[in-house]
Structure formats: structure tokens, C-alpha cells
């Protein structure tokens, strides 16, 4: 773009027009924004002369300026106006579907590995879920005009600062008009003086309770370290990421590595690696990245950008030759690399990725005709250099995995395949999303032996926990489709995914443990389930004594085969149950009551550690899904990566059992108690 070309701007001519970026749309100007929130826009002549003075035009800007500035469009911009048009909507009161769509469209734009402003330009528009025919048109409109009439609609109906106090503890949608409208708050500044002053209690419905909670939720906006990605976020990334990056000419691998390559419970930073004959082509790509990115670093071989309210994404060229130690120095943990680089040193080399490097007697790395340098392709043949086994990523944390590689005693992971069912799932008879019909097809589909269904109990009525009549109900439904599925395997009609074993549902129930520690179904009628998954959710605040009390009163009970996410933990937002942990292994063990290792990415529990401990305490575990809709199901990929972190083996996971050896195990748990 021309950086040297006069514009006329209404009726003036600026020299020098400074590349405007973002568009006008993505980023009102204060001045407009000011001027909408006195409910008369553009009326503010100073100002606009002021800026058109400084080489910035504040205001109605001529057509070709539009046209100019639609050509500079990027996903990034279209993201951001769809966000931002499903936060005025929720200060003006919309209803929230109408409101959601809209953040849904904004994140699959901002996600979109294709360039949906030159896509779009071409009128063919790409089939992408969440952007139907109403969105489309208003992308159509701003990527050919540069302009989106709809939002500047919007924009001179509500400021941008005042849909940013949504953020906060008790301001809701109309919470947030009221107080725009009766003290004329128009941002957090505005909220946080008119808290302080007690203010906000002079609104109808607020009190002094409300300027607390206002006050508190501004100081932790302040403070707060940014959020990190849950694992099943990072995949998305990282799924549409390689899947745009493969198609740049010349790139024949792009994989990840870092944190996510380790599955740590939460990502930070994204790392990708990539091997291509054309290192620059892929840069520039990579940098324009969906339209323009924030670009935080550009190199020749290594390039880092910013997602729109997105992760930060490093990407590395690998040299020919060189993938095993660049593997090993970007996938970490640190703490494994500064122990492989002692290994190194201790036998003259200086590893980093670019491989082995001669070191001589100072230390120092060799250079002239001394320089050596070793490089593999793989990281087996990088660990074999050091003497050592390939080592699984997520055992990289320097937490024994070295000392069991040099004594070969490393444990043989287990992996999903090793999964022969599922035990704890919940269909729309409780809180579930979908028919038992739909979600157990999808299990079947994936090649399971078992699913048990767990749909709450009935004290746990905000989950439409199930009264004893329903699990009657249910367990005919159950008995009938179980009926079918022996029937279609018997005729060969059953999916081809089915193991010889067939396939059955469990009926199974997620047994709310009282506040009282009482089970919330009498013991005849536990006896009646196929499976018993006992959990903790409700007073999570109790003492530790009492906390522990009730968990094991389940680990003991005769009826009870599973302990559900054990530590009651939602990564990011909640914390652990305060137990006794150490006891709560003990009686796991000696009881046979198996400690769940929970899918969902949200929870991990039992965390890795705790999954080594309890092994080591000599409990068995489950990985379970705790599925509440089909797609959910495969969540146990999350559990088995914690799984794997823990040291786990598929011999410690009692559903990669046999259905019969399951129902065995579950059978004997009475004779266990008592013996
Ligand atoms: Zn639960
Ligand atoms: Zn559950």
C-alpha cells in the first residue's frame, strides 16, 4: 500500500494518509466512540480537525478509502467484528442464542487456516460450521465494500468500553445498561469510581454488596495471569494450524512439540516444527497466517505469531537430517534437556538442535578443522548416542525417566487401542445431552466391548439425578438394546467395528455421595447395577476429616466399584477436594475400588502424580470419558495422555479388561470388603 499518496477526506487533502491497521471498523476511534456515546455520531468537529491535522481521519470516510482499506481485510478483523457485535448485543439484552452465534462464527474465523476474505471475495463462499447464510452475507458485504452497516449500526447504539465491563462479577447484560443509562458509566474507570464512591447502590436492584463484588473484579482483572488453553483447545490450533501449513509448497511435515506434544494439563505457548525445501516460502505464509497475525518474532527458519484472542504460535524449520535432536530441544520438559545435556557433556559434546557439538578440555565447543558436529534424523538414534532408550514425551519431566532408561526399566505405556470400554457416561435420562440410542451407537462405532451408563442419582436433582423408579425404567430400555445388538451380532448385521466379544451397555449409575456420606440409593437397589461409580460433589467445603470420611465410606461400600474424578478438581477454576490422600490409597487398594482417571479436559483427575502414587499404593484405575454427548466420548484420549504422564500401564487400567473379567472384578467386590 502507498504510503505517499494524497487522499482526499472530506474535502481535505491529507499528504501522507499513515497505513491505517486495523481497518476503521475493527477499531472505532475514540473520538467515535466518544461521540456515540453522547448519542450523536460524528458531532464532534474539534476533535476531527484535531486528527485530521495529526494525519488521522476521525470521521466519515470516502468511498475509495473504504475500498482501499477492505483490500488490507483479514480473518483477524473479521474475528473481531463478529465478537464484537455479539458483545454489543448482549448489552442490549438479545437473546443469547442470537448472541452466541455470534461468538461461535468469530471463533471458527479466527480458527480458519483459509483466507476467508479472499474466499469470500471470489463469491464462492467456504462451507464452514458455524457461519450460515445471515453471517455470510455480512461477511460478503464487508470484505467486498469494507464496510458492515450492521455493526456500524450497532457501534452507534452502544460504546465499546461499556461492553467491556461484561467482564466483571454482577454485570450482567442489563445490569451494565442501567448503569450507563442512570450514571452515564461508559467504561471501567467510570465503574470503578462510581463503586468506590458508592454510587452504584443508588441504581435500582445494586446495593453495596454489588460495588464489592465490582471493585474485587476489577482488581483481579488487573492482576490476572493470562488464562491458558485446555488440551482439547491447543488440538484445535494445533489440527488447523498443520493442516493449513502442510498445503505451502515445498513443506512435507509439520508436527507439534512443546508442552501440548508432552500433554501437560494446560498449554501455554504453541510449538510446531516443520521440514521444507523452501524455508522462506513457509515463513511468509506462516506470517500472513489467515490474513495478518500479530507477528512477535520473523526469522529465516523460525517465526512466532499471536492468534487473535488466541495462543501464541512458534514455528521452527528443521534442517535436513536434523528432526531428532530439534524434536528433543523443542518438545522439553527443560528439565529433561539439561539432564540429557549433562549425559552429553560427560562424554565431550555439547547437544542443543542443532545436534552434537566436539567440546575440548575447557569445555568450550570446537571450532576450525577440530568442529565436529553429529545430527540424526530421529530422536531414537539422538537418545542411542547418549546410550539411552527412546523415551516416551510424556515421561520428559526429569521425574526418574532417566534413571529407568539407563536400568531399562521404562514402563510400556498404555494407549487408547488398550481401552476395551468406557465406565462412566451420561445420556439425557440425567444431564446428558443426547438419547441413550445416539450415544451408545457412537460407542459401539468405536470398537468398545462395554459402555456403562452413569447417569446421575437422585439427590442430585440440578443433574436430574434419576429416582429409583427411573433406573427401572432405564434398565428395561437397557435390557432392550441390549437385546438388539446380541440379535444384529447373531445375524452379522452388527457394525463392523464390534469385537468377537460383542458389544453390551452396562447399566451403570454415578452415585452421589451425600453431604451426610450417606449413598444416595439403598444397597439393594446398588446391588442391582452392573457397575457403581460413587462421586463427591456437592459441600466440597467441609473439613479435610469429614471430606475423606465421605470418600471412603464409598471406597468401602459393597456395591461401589469406581471412584469418579477423585480430587473433584476443574482445572483453571476450581480446586481440589482437601483429602487425605494417603488414605484414600490405602482403602482403594485393600478394598479393590478402582480410582478413576477422568477424560474430560476440564478435570484430569486423578492428576498423573496422584495416578503414580495410587499405583504405587497398589490401587487399579479407570480412564473413563464422562461423556455427556457423543463427541465427548473420545475425551478418554485425554485421560489415557494423563495416564501415560503417570507412569500407567494397560495391566493398572481395569477397563482394558474383558467385558466378562470386568463384570468378575465387580462381581467379587463383597468378598473383598469382608475379607
Ligand atoms: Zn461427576
Ligand atoms: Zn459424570
Redesign the pocket.
Known sequence: MRDDRSLPVRGHTILAVPRQRPSRIAAPSPVRRLAAAAGAPGANPAASADLAADGHDADEPSADVLADEAQDLTNGDLARAFHEIGDILEVQGEIQFKTIAYHRAADAIGRSPIDLVAAYRTGIAPKIAGIGQAIGDKITEYVTTGRMLYLERLRSEVPATLVELLRLPGMGPKTVRQVHEELGIEDMAGLKLAAQEGRLRTVRGLSEKTEKLVLEGIARLESEPPRRLYLHQAEEHIDALTTFLTTVPGVTSVEAAGSYRRRKETIGDLDLLAETTDPAALMERFTQLGGRPDVVARGGHKSAIRLHRGPQVDLMVMPPGSAGPYRLHFTGSKEHNVRLRAMARDRGWSLSEYGFQRIGEDGEILTGADAELKTFPTEDEAYAFLGLPFIEPELREDDGEIEAALAGTLPTLITKADLRGDC?THSDWSDGREPLEVLVEAARRRGYAYQVITD?TQSLAIANGLTPDRVEEERAVIAALNERFAAEEAAGTAPPETPPEGFRLLHGC?LEVRADGELDYEDDLLARFDVVVA?V?VSRRQPRAELTRRTLNAIRSPHVDVI??PAGRMIQARDDLDLDWEAVYEAAARNGTALEM?GSPHRLDLSPERARRALAAGCILTIDS?AHNTRELDDTRWGVAQARRGWVTKDDVLNTRSRADLLAWVGAKERRVSG
Open positions: 462412566h446421575h454415578e462421586s460433589h469418579a474424578h477422568n464422562d
